[in-house]
């Protein structure tokens, strides 16, 4: 059975709803999931949200 795949732009909305889920008043949160561990923010995550961002701006520009 052939899998369909979603609008690129509907995808790249869907994943920055996502990361807009991750922002806190002191930076990126690992995950919005409410346990305690994942309530953090690392330098790692803030990097990978960055370029998420990067890539949202190159796709809307192209």
Known sequence: ???SHPDP????DRAM???KA???PH???ASPVRNDNYRRI?????VIIGLAGLRKS???GS
Do not use: T
């Open 1 to 3: 059975m052939p899998v």
């Open 9 to 12: 732009s509907e995808a790249v």
């Open 17 to 19: 709803d996502l990361v």
């Open 22 to 24: 991750f922002i806190s």
């Open 27 to 29: 930076g990126f949160l």
């Open 42 to 46: 690392w330098a790692r995550d803030g």
């Open 58 to 60: 190159s796709v809307q």
